[in-house]
């Protein structure tokens, strides 16, 4: 058979940019962890570190504004009802900001999304999801301890920590897997690239080298499991093709799902006590689903960007080679190894996702 | 196209993630102070005293389940317990205070003289960090200032610094953060009276107290 001709072979360089985005996604998201050491790490020392500026500055302020105006509007809540109007607006766009702000959900999900190579559309159900299981963990939390319970703050500090830990550790779990599933597929990707004939010398004219391939031993080789992708590459091995895009994989989803929205956002938490002081519960719960459903949209846009990114790196790598399919799976283990390292920090308390200082110890 | 797509997609990604660590952490919690640095009567600066009053949302949310003889009075005795919590919390981030003398850091010792009051929906933290030593020392620097974000600091508008049993010959001056966008407050002509040789422009985002004795 021969290839279409828009798979014509591709520059290396292509390929090599590729790796390379692939080192430095992994490398600067390390670093970017690594650099958030806060007070449980090395403490910063001499000067005080500048305020955010720029648009992380405008985002944190945006956000903190609107925080404010939360406790104001439940207030007046309590006066007049419509009012209530006005605080699930507040609440949903305060929650477009936090998301846009720091947090460790969007990287998780988005990692998780590169690694496993998922869909644009399942990258937006898992966002909406992980939002939902926010709002509801935290609905349940103060529903159970502060309100029914009428547990103190030391007490809902201790679920906090626990539904934490078990969160992060699952993080670490759904990284691991995909490290050990990807590591697997890099393997067979290196193991194709090995029992490929040599490359032909620079400026031999494309058609032979395809010529060579085609009617080569290690076409009949490479074809026992080869699958003609949708961008002409081959996807490579058997073990990616049953364990990723397969009818199972909505399990995996919900793991993700489950390790991301399992920690309730302190926010919502603190609305909702408040909320619960002035009487006013169903308000709060109303304000923590809407901040749920602005979260969602600020991190399906971020994840779908994420498996846009993904999607044009799987163009450009010229998967027919086997060293285009080699800087892929690269990039797919780095995704994961991401997940674990930001799974392990938090877990290990080197990064804070949002603590309540002062009162939970 | 597609080169130009990929091209602009990954720096995209790449900025987005860096953004998601880089901003550090977003406050939930509010803090007014109203400060002092205490002086013994030989003239050593012994110790600074805070009153921190929490922002309403916190403040509720500080004092949920807290058992009281009188519904929703809380005295001082019922939110000792919470006070211990808030102190034990506040080791942990050096209680957000640093100080120098002479440009040499001093340490402190644990707090003592804590209380709580709730007053007006909220809730205020009364506690005195006194210093490893007195010092008696020309120049003392106080900075207030979470590094990690959480707590978001801000002098009071009315009495927010005093030097208690100083001599007379010392003069405080503080300076508010303005580089911190969420931070209305305009920069106050005692700022730019403050800023002398010794104080150091990097430093604007904290909330700085400047002793000077003469």
Same mark, same amino acid.
């Given at each position: 058979?021969?290839?279409?001709?828009?798979?014509?072979?591709?520059?290396?360089?292509?390929?090599?940019?590729?790796?390379?985005?692939? @080192?430095?996604?992994?490398?600067?998201?390390?670093?970017?962890? &690594?650099?958030?050491?806060?007070?449980?790490? @090395?403490?910063?020392?001499?000067?005080?570190?500048?305020?955010?500026?720029?648009?992380?500055?405008?985002?944190?302020?945006?956000?903190?504004?609107?925080?404010?105006?939360?406790?104001?509007?439940?207030?007046?809540?309590?006066?007049?009802?419509?009012?209530?109007?006005?605080?699930?607006?507040?609440?949903?766009?305060?929650?477009? #900001?936090?998301?846009?702000?720091?947090?460790?959900?969007?990287?998780?999900?988005?990692?998780?999304?590169?690694?496993?190579?998922?869909?644009?559309?399942?990258?937006?159900?898992?966002?909406?999801?992980?939002?939902?299981?926010?709002?509801?963990?935290?609905?349940?939390?103060?529903?159970?301890?502060?309100?029914?319970?009428?547990?103190?703050?030391?007490?809902?500090?201790?679920?906090?920590?626990?539904?934490?830990?078990?969160?992060?550790?699952?993080?670490?779990? @759904?990284?691991?897997?995909? &490290?050990? =599933?990807?590591?697997?597929?890099?393997?067979?990707?290196?193991?194709?690239?090995?029992?490929?004939?040599?490359?032909?010398?620079?400026?031999?004219?494309?058609?032979?080298?395809?010529?060579?391939?085609?009617?080569?031993?290690?076409?009949?080789?490479?074809?026992?499991?080869? =699958?003609?992708?949708? #961008?002409?590459?081959?996807?490579?091995?058997?073990?990616?093709?049953?364990? &990723?895009?397969?009818?199972?994989?909505?399990?995996?989803?919900?793991?993700?799902?489950?390790?991301?929205?399992?920690?309730?956002?302190?926010?919502?938490?603190?609305?909702?006590?408040?909320?619960?002081?002035?009487?006013?519960?169903?308000?709060? =719960?109303?304000?923590?689903?809407?901040?749920?459903?602005?979260?969602?949209?600020?991190?399906?846009?971020?994840?779908?960007?994420?498996?846009?990114?993904?999607?044009?790196?799987?163009? #450009?790598?010229?998967?027919?080679?086997? #060293?285009?399919?080699?800087?892929?799976?690269?990039?797919?283990?780095?995704?994961? @190894?991401?997940?674990?390292?930001?799974?392990?920090? &938090?877990?290990?308390?080197?990064?804070?996702?949002?603590?309540? =200082?002062?009162?939970?110890? | 196209?597609?080169?130009?797509?990929?091209?602009?997609?990954?720096?995209?990604?790449?900025?987005?993630?860096?953004?998601?660590?880089?901003?550090?952490?977003?406050?939930?919690?509010?803090?007014?102070?109203?400060?002092?640095?205490?002086?013994?009567?030989?003239?050593?600066?012994?110790?600074?005293?805070?009153? !921190?009053?929490?922002?309403?949302?916190?403040?509720?949310?500080?004092?949920?389940?807290?058992?009281?003889?009188?519904?929703?009075?809380?005295?001082?005795?019922?939110?000792?317990?919470?006070?211990?919590?808030?102190?034990?919390?506040?080791?942990?981030?050096?209680?957000?205070?640093?100080?120098?003398?002479?440009?040499?850091?001093?340490?402190?010792?644990?707090?003592?003289?804590? !209380?709580?009051?709730?007053?007006?929906?909220?809730?205020?933290?009364?506690?005195?960090?006194?210093?490893?030593?007195? $010092?008696?020392?020309?120049?003392?620097?106080?900075?207030?200032?979470?590094?990690?974000?959480?707590?978001?600091?801000?002098?009071?508008?009315?009495?927010?610094?005093?030097?208690?049993?100083?001599?007379?010959?010392?003069?405080?001056?503080?300076?508010?953060?303005?580089?911190?966008?969420?931070?209305?407050?305009?920069?106050?002509?005692?700022?730019?009276?403050?800023?002398?040789?010794?104080?150091?422009?990097?430093?604007?985002?904290?909330?700085? $107290? !400047? $002793?000077?004795?003469?």
């Amino acid at each position: 058979m021969t290839s279409p001709p828009r798979c014509r072979s591709r520059r290396p360089w292509l390929v090599l940019v590729i790796a390379f985005t692939a @080192v430095v996604v992994a490398a600067g998201l390390l670093d970017v962890a &690594l650099a958030q050491t806060g007070p449980f790490g @090395v403490r910063p020392s001499g000067a005080p570190p500048p305020a955010p500026e720029g648009l992380v500055g405008w985002l944190l302020a945006k956000q903190a504004e609107f925080y404010r105006a939360l406790s104001t509007t439940i207030r007046a809540a309590k006066q007049d009802g419509s009012a209530v109007v006005g605080l699930l607006g507040l609440s949903f766009v305060y929650g477009i #900001f936090h998301a846009a702000g720091p947090g460790h959900g969007k990287a998780v999900i988005s990692s998780y999304l590169v690694a496993n190579e998922e869909t644009w559309r399942r990258g937006i159900v898992l966002s909406f999801a992980s939002a939902l299981l926010q709002a509801l963990v935290a609905i349940t939390i103060v529903g159970i301890a502060a309100a029914l319970l009428h547990a103190t703050t030391r007490t809902m500090c201790g679920t906090d920590r626990v539904i934490e830990i078990v969160s992060y550790a699952l993080i670490i779990a @759904v990284g691991v897997r995909l &490290l050990l =599933v990807k590591g697997r597929s890099l393997l067979s990707a290196w193991q194709t690239i090995r029992h490929q004939p040599l490359p032909v010398p620079v400026g031999a004219a494309v058609t032979p080298s395809d010529h060579l391939h085609h009617d080569g031993r290690q076409d009949h080789h490479a074809h026992a499991g080869h =699958v003609h992708g949708e #961008f002409c590459g081959h996807s490579h091995g058997p073990a990616e093709l049953t364990d &990723l895009t397969g009818p199972g994989g909505w399990q995996r989803g919900l793991s993700a799902i489950v390790a991301v929205g399992l920690r309730p956002c302190s926010g919502a938490i603190l609305v909702l006590v408040f909320a619960l002081a002035q009487g006013l519960f169903w308000a709060g =719960v109303a304000a923590t689903f809407a901040m749920g459903l602005g979260t969602a949209i600020t991190v399906a846009a971020i994840a779908t960007l994420a498996v846009g990114a993904r999607a044009v790196a799987a163009r #450009f790598a010229d998967q027919r080679t086997g #060293f285009g399919t080699l800087a892929i799976r690269g990039i797919e283990l780095g995704a994961a @190894v991401v997940i674990i390292v930001f799974g392990a920090l &938090l877990l290990g308390g080197y990064m804070m996702s949002e603590r309540l =200082v002062v009162v939970c110890s | 196209m597609l080169n130009r797509l990929f091209r602009c997609l990954i720096p995209a990604l790449l900025c987005l993630s860096a953004a998601d660590g880089t901003a550090l952490a977003h406050p939930h919690v509010w803090v007014t102070m109203k400060s002092e640095l205490a002086y013994a009567p030989d003239g050593s600066a012994t110790g600074v005293r805070h009153a !921190w009053t929490f922002d309403e949302m916190f403040s509720v949310f500080a004092t949920q389940g807290l058992e009281t003889k009188q519904k929703g009075v809380f005295t001082r005795e019922d939110l000792a317990p919470l006070a211990e919590v808030n102190v034990t919390s506040l080791k942990e981030y050096d209680f957000f205070t640093y100080a120098k003398a002479n440009g040499k850091k001093l340490g402190f010792n644990d707090p003592v003289d804590y !209380w709580l009051e709730f007053t007006n929906g909220a809730l205020t933290l009364h506690f005195t960090l006194p210093f490893k030593a007195p $010092v008696k020392a020309p120049n003392i620097d106080l900075e207030i200032y979470d590094p990690t974000w959480f707590v978001d600091f801000a002098f009071a508008d009315k009495d927010p610094f005093h030097l208690v049993g100083a001599p007379s010959t010392c003069k405080a001056s503080i300076g508010r953060p303005n580089g911190n966008a969420a931070s209305t407050a305009p920069l106050g002509e005692q700022f730019f009276n403050s800023l002398d040789a010794s104080s150091n422009y990097g430093s604007r985002f904290a909330n700085k $107290v !400047w $002793v000077r004795c003469t």
